[in-house]
């Protein structure tokens, strides 16, 4: 397994086995990686001759209310993990080997990055999708695969390197989740013991909401039902319980065929996100 520090060494050594007709599977990450992740990069190795993983803890992708200085880096066992999961090349950039001091260039997607965690956090999927088109400039992926965990930035991504043409295939893999249904994140380390314990009536309210519209109910009402299981459970803090269309992400009607329930929550200080899928069938719309 390689490491690269520096964009310029790990693109030519890429380039060079493109050259000869290696194709390149790529896992973009924060690193302190879990089950999640390992989920990814296992989807992944069976995609490509050569495995890339990135570890990259983006300083622009943290607000003020995020301590950016507090976000887990266990190098050590990331890269144990990576030597698991039989990862080919590393790339652990510094913010200054991906944004010159005089940096002045974004991408931006300007409609599915509007609502949910774009409205609560402005900038931030410029940040990501920034970061994203210079890492495929970089690693050259013939395939790419995110979590399910973070739907709204799998479409942004997928709607950027649509209108970018980039020619990467973009792949989403399913959320991984602890015993009792919580997503596993990064972020869950954070958690207070009470809080952990509060934690799982996230994914039990998406459950609901998943069968409430599964049976027919009415969808209009069923974001303020969540809203009304969440805080049930003890979660006060709620930035956004939603249920939109799959694939475009604007407010889901009777005749859309895949729905996404969407929420984010905060508990203390920290700000936890989940999702689930609904297909409808016929009877349904
Ligand atoms: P992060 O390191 O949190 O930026 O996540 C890197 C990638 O791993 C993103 O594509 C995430 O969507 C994905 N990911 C994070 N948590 C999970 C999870 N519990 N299940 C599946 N994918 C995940």
Request: proline content about 4%; overall charge positive.
């Amino acid at each position: 397994m390689k490491i690269f520090k520096d964009p310029k060494k790990i693109q030519q050594h890429i380039s060079n086995l493109k050259k000869r007709g290696k194709t390149v599977a790529f896992v973009p990450t924060m690193g302190a990686l879990h089950e999640g992740h390992a989920a990814l990069l296992r989807k992944a190795r069976t995609a490509g001759d050569i495995l890339v993983l990135s570890i990259f803890v983006n300083p622009l992708q943290f607000g003020p209310a995020e301590d950016f200085s507090r976000y887990p880096r266990p190098l050590k066992n990331d890269l144990a993990v990576a030597k698991k999961e039989k990862v080919d090349m590393v790339f652990t950039p510094a913010a200054a080997d991906l944004y010159a001091a005089d940096h002045s260039t974004h991408v931006a997607e300007d409609d599915l990055s509007r609502g949910l965690c774009g409205a609560v956090r402005p900038g931030h999927f410029r940040v990501v999708t920034t970061v994203v088109a210079k890492l495929f400039n970089i690693v050259l992926p013939d395939s790419a695969f995110f979590g399910q965990k973070d739907y709204q930035q799998y479409k942004v991504i997928e709607r950027m390197s649509r209108d970018l043409r980039f020619p990467v295939r973009l792949v989403m893999v399913p959320t991984a989740r602890e015993k009792d249904g919580l997503a596993m994140s990064s972020r869950n380390t954070y958690l207070s013991t009470a809080e952990r314990e509060t934690a799982p009536a996230i994914y039990q309210a998406l459950c609901a909401a998943k069968k409430d519209i599964e049976e027919g109910a009415a969808l209009n009402r069923a974001g303020s039902r969540i809203r009304a299981a969440l805080r049930k459970s003890g979660i006060r803090a709620i930035d956004y319980a939603a249920v939109l269309s799959a694939a475009d992400l604007k407010a889901a009607s009777q005749t859309d065929k895949k729905l996404v329930v969407a929420v984010a929550v905060r508990l203390g200080k920290t700000r936890l996100i989940d999702n689930i899928l609904v297909k409808r069938s016929g009877k349904n719309i």
